[in-house]
Every structure is written in C-alpha cells, then in structure tokens.
C-alpha cells in the first residue's frame, strides 16, 4: 500500500499508531500518584520527540545509507530555525511559509557545505563538517549578531514589521504561531479518571510531518537511489571502477539529510518562536549522532527511538532532585534513606548526563545494533523462532 | 511493489487509523474554561525553580537553589523565619501561599537559552508550575522571560544584570529584583574618579553577549561623563578561558585602566591572565595601572583567590551588610548549610518572597492580580533599604554597594570589603533612557 513492501507498511503503520495515541501512551501512570514523575506526555517533550525524530531519521539517511559521518548537523538544524523565525518577524505567524523557507535556507546552505566537505571521506569529511557548524555557530553567536541577536537568541518582538499580519494583537501581546488560525500552543485536556491526558495542535502538526518524513525516508531506502547510496557505503572504489561517479549521490543525500535537518530546526521555532546559536553547537551535531547510534543506525525506525531515548532523560531525569528521591524511600528508616538518597544522587538531576553515558556503554558494547538490536532480541525470544527470519525485517544494513 | 491484497483485518486496521485521523482535529474545537495557566486547584501550589546546574555558571546556580529550598521552607513555616521577620509587608504568615502549602519543582539551565526554555516549558506543562524563576545568565533570563509572557505566567528572575532584561526586552509578565548594568556604571563611576583621578585612559575587554554589551555601553558613558577616555573595547566569547593574547595588546595602547566587563569563570580567568602579565605593577602616563571589575561576586572573588585584591568592583549585596534583613538571612542560610549566602542566592530568596506576599496581597495567583500587586510595590527589611519596584519597567530600585577586594581577608568568604553604599537617587533613571529604550512591557498574560 501508498507504494511500501508488507513489512515496511506494518513498520509504518506500527509508527503512525505509536504517533498518534502518543499522548495516551507517554502518560501511563495517574497525575496525583508518585510515578507521575515518569510521564513524557505533556506536548513540549512529545513535540521535541517528533521534531527530533524527524532530525535523525534525516540524519540516518546519510550516516545509515552512505556511511558519511556528518559531524555538523546542528549547522543545518539552527540555520532552519533562524529562517523560520525571521520568516515570523517579516512575513506571518502561520507556520507553512516558515517550514518550507527553512526547508530551502537549509538545502541551500547544505550544498555549500556538501560541495566542499563531499571532496574527501572518513574522518576528513566528518571534520570538514565539523569545522563548518562550528563556523556557522561562531558567526551566529557574535558576527551575525544584526541577524541572530547572540546568544540571546532570535526572539519575535513587539515591533516586528509583518507583513501579512498584526505586530501585536488587539490587547498588546506577541501574536502566536498558528496553521490557519489554529494556535500551535493551544492544547485539549481530556480527563478520564485519575489520568490527564493532553492534545496539543503543535504536537499533531509535528507528528503528521514526522510521518511524511518517515514515509519519505521508507521510500529512498528501497528506490534505486537508496541501492545506490548504500553501493557507496559498501566500497566507493568499486563504484568509481564501474564507471560510476558517486558524488552525485552523495551529494544528493547530504542535501536531502540537510533539509530533513532544516525541517526539523523550522518545526522547532514554529512550537517555541526562539532561534539560538547554541543549537549549532558542536554538542548539539554529537547529540544527533548519539541519537542515530543509541537507536540502531541504517535502521528505519532506530533514529526515532534513539532521538525519544535521549530526549527523555533530558527532560524527565534531570528534573528529578533530592527531594523527589526522598519521597520515593521515606519507607525506609531515616538513616538508610539518607544512605540510599545520597547513592542515587550523582545519578539523576544534574548527574542525567551520567546515566545517560552509562546507558550509551552499555547499549553500544552490549547491543550494537542500537535499541532495534534490543528489540528484535526480545521479540525472538518471544517467538522462539531462528535469528535468521527475523533480522531481516528490520534491519538494513547492507550485505556485503 | 505495489501488490495490493485485501484482507479483512488489513480494511479494518486502515480504516480504524484513518478514522482516527480525521476524528482527531475536532477535539480542538472546544477550548478550556481556565481563568489563568495553572490556576492551583489542591492544598499545594507549584513553584519552578530554574537554574544552571550544569556548565559555566553551576556554581551561582547551586546558591540559587539553596536560597530557593530555605524560602519555600520558610514560606511553609518551617525554619527561624528568615526575613519574613523582618520584611516591611506582613502578609505573609508561614501557612505557605493563601494557606496552599508550597511545592517546588528544578530544571537545569545548561546556561543555554533553549534547554532553559524546554526545563520552563516541562515545569509549566508538566507540573503546572504558577511561577518561574531563576537563571545566572541575561540571555538565558531574556530567552525565558519570554516564554513566560507567551504561557501566561509569572517569571521573577534570578541574577541577570543586563539593562535590555528590563529595558528593550522587558516584558509585563517578567520582573527583576538584581540592579542592572547601568546603576552599576552610576555607583562606580564617581568612586573611581575619587580614587583614580578624573585624568584616565581605559581599555575595555567585555564578555561578547547581551549582558556584556550593554554593561560595557553602561561603564562606558558614566567614566567619560567623568572625562575618563575609552582607548579601545574588544568583545571576546564567552566560552573563552584564556585571555592571554586579548591582554598583550593593553600593554602597548597607552591605556591606564583595564575594564573588564566580565562575569562568573570570564573574569576570573582574565584578571588572572591580567596579574600575570604585570598589569598591576606597571606605570603608564606616570600613573598606576589599575584594573576595574564592575560586576562583582563573592564566588567570583573566591575564584580569583589573591588577584581580587584591592580591585574596585559593584555587587547587588553581600552578607556582611549590618541591616537586620541581612543579618536575619545570613544567620538562617548559615544555620541551614554552614557558609553565607552569596548575592545570587540573595537576590532569588527575595523573589520568592516578594512574589508569595504579591500573591497574598493581591488575593489570587492570577498573573495579572499579581503583577498589579508588585508594580510601584514599596517595601524594606530585605536587607536592600527602602527598595521599588517600577511599574512602568518591573525593575527594582534600591541602593548600589560599591566593592574592593579586601586586603587582608580573615576567612575564605570574607573576601570584598564594603567601600561605599551608593544611594538610590544616584543609581536612578528615566524608562525611557536610550539605554532602556526600544521595547514596552505589553500586556500581561494571563495564558488560557
């Protein structure tokens, strides 16, 4: 069906299903219990999951297919995002011109950059892109600044000339992001029992573009195009021997990656109007790596799952402080409390990078196929079927 | 590829999602009859507390967070009471805010605008915090005071010096109890005149960002009203932590004073890099070469160790202030965890308890009641003198302390020595001074 295999249909069925009823899914336990602390379903960290996502499946279209590690994703998320503010400021607060400006600012952007980095491989072309996004994130950060106002960010003011549209509204405040009216902030609560559930615009505009974008990438992955991108990655100089000129292909992958980038970086200034430099950090293009290896990279879905994974311990676990954790064990007599306390301590709060290293060790030592890997081993488990069927499905890494 | 089979599970499913799909949009129809965005419903009201906990301002940020823990712990009544003995308002009794009892949510800032709007954003949306707070950088203070205009809560901020904080970018729903980088240039500028001669050729090195801007604009405009000259200014990054080749060239450009519009690790790294260099035994135009901080810590000082010495600086408070407000709160944090409080951590223990007697003040938590209740609020005994909070910008106006690096320190927090208290008539100016201007408080914003 809509031109995908079986099983590539069930995967993005399965994907549709796990966007839409997200909000149901990432608030399993009631608002006044204790474990509420585990939620993820309120919108901001269900849209940073989405946008994300659509960030490192880009991302996986590149790494995963070419084996070209770009180390300077973060350029093409944050010049997305400039452009999707200034698109608010001078043109309108609805969302579509904003999108797809930044969509082609990032492209642009990405076959300057591609064309220069595409010229060598390995490490040498992971430290061109390097070197690139920490350019573009020095600029922002000070020469630009008549552009990206520093570090403090592009934000959208009261004197904003738009064109289409109001500076401020009729009661003096900042107009919001909007699709046609509909206010990407605004959010339904649904209560059912003791559960709260939230529905926000934003969320749905997000997830319904995720799900194009993984539509899309499914697509590439199968497409003679997709064969010929992981022809590359499997030995270049076999490819140059047959005749073929593969930088075309790479090149193409590399915008295509870029604007899924540029698209995620607009997706984010639509929920949240601000555009900083520190999104083209150094830090920020590791993070998109992490995501892609966390999740299982050249898998379809593993990016997705790497991006939420990440996302969540940066916004559940360094929110749990020593006052949270004493709630949990204040069971336990007082001095034991106190001992247990101070052994979770260096573990969550401001210790969530800790964990989350840890937990990267573990996965990239124990499951080096990503969260897929781990996946797919509990599903075999279950099935108690042959390894061999069932790797098939999933994974895509090229054989060789 | 295209194969297409139907079975009746297949027709099922699809039409299910698809079903779904299109029911989806009509749940946005109907909007929520809240009155304001978290309107606090239990026996307990949410308070967010926003700080770095990670990154070049960590330190400042684990203060703030203790002086956040004794004021909720005093708003509840727990502890001696702290300054709400000695606060001029007398709304507030110790059974929490309108008798909810407080509750407390943390986030880290990474001292980066957006992971500081995601950790607001998740406390507003998540824990349904009624009120933000915190941060230790201007631009992480500007980049959530917005937010918080935009989801209809209150934010009171933490340390930020900036004049755009409540100048071009100040907004209804924001509010900032810190002096700014204009008072700093007013109370400092007529004190090194005294001390240095009204005959002197500064050179500037100034953090590249928000804050440094416009204190080094600040500093600037009050020492050559002095007829001081500015020789030269040079911006360098934040993340920078050796100065080394920004020094150098102050030796050879005929300058007689070093500014350094630094803050936090920045300055303690230069005035570092600046001693060794031998900056301070140099003789230029046959005078002492001397060097100005004019934003001034404790921590920082500390960080400094022995370079801080005899070094002319400004600060928002500091604990050996004899007023009984101060005393009250350095004898409580002292009591709590051992060592005085810094000014950051001053600064965000009064916010929490102007906002709670705002709230009481005013009857309600609704953002726009309570920002009515703080707006040309007059109050005393927080250990600042007769302190206002303007309403036409929600900065507060009270005293400046002038500071030097003490010479002989007796103990490792008695580093700065108080020089001058600068009356608040001298720090005072206009909303609509040129370097405030350019932006309005708009309206408040209640949220949905």
Redesign the interface.
Known sequence: ?F????KDFTLF?IV??LA??APFILNPFPTDSGLAQF?AG????MQ?FVIFGILAIGFNILFGLTGYLSFGHAAFLGVGSYAAVWMFKLLSMNVIPAILLSMIVAGLFAVVIGYVSLRRSGIYFSILTLAFAQMSY?LA??VLTPITN????L?I???DPRVLGVS?TA????P?TNLFG?EM??F???VLGPWEF??S?GY?LAAIIMLISFYVAIRIF?SPFGMMLRAIKSNQNRLYYTGLNARPYTLAAFVISGMYAGLAGGLLACM?P?A?A??MQWTASGEVVLMTILGGAGTLIGPVLGAGFIKYF??IF??I?D?VVHGWVSFLPDGLEDLVVALIHPFV??G??LTLGLLFMLIVIFLPGGLVEGGQRIARRLRRKPAKDDAKSASTTPAE | ????TLTRRGVL??GA?AG??VA?PT??T???ARAFTNAPTGGSVTLGFNVP??GPY?DEGADELRAYELAVEHLNGGGDGGMLNTFSSKALDGTGIMGKKVE?????TQT????A???A??MI???GAIMITGGSS??VA??VQ??C???GVIFMAGLTHSN?TTGK?KK?NGFRHFFNAYMSGAALAPVLAKMYGDDRKAYHLTA???WGWTQEESIKAATEALGWETVNAV?T??AQTDFSSYIAPVLNSGADVLVLNHYGGNMVNSLTNAVQFGLREKQVNGKNFEIVVPLYSRLMARGAGENVKGIFGSTNWHWSLQDAGSKAFVQSFGTKYGFPPSQAAHTCYVQTLLYADAVQRAGSFDPCAVGEALAGFEFDGLGNGPTLYRAEDHQCFKDVLVVKGKENPTSEFDLLEVVEVTPRAQVEYAPDHPMFAG??L??C?PG?
């Open positions: 069906m031109g995908l295999g079986k069925l549709a299903v839409l009823f939620n309120y919108p901001d960290l940073r020095n950060y000070s520093g570090e403090t960010g934000q003011t009261l004197d401020a009661d003096g405040g900042i919001v509909m902030r605004s339904e609560t649904l939230q529905f615009v749905y199968r949240d601000l900083g520190e999104r940066e916004n360094s929110k402080n006052q709060g401001k969530w990078h | 590829m295209s194969k297409t499913r699809t999602v779904a799909g989806l749940i946005f109907a909007s929520s906990q990670t960590a407390y949510v943390t986030g880290d980066k605008s957006d992971a709007r995601a950790s954003k998740s949306e998540k824990d201007s631009g500007i980049a917005g937010l205009q935009e989801a755009d970018d209804a590249d960002y928000t911006k990054p934040l932006g309005s708009g309206a914003n949905a």
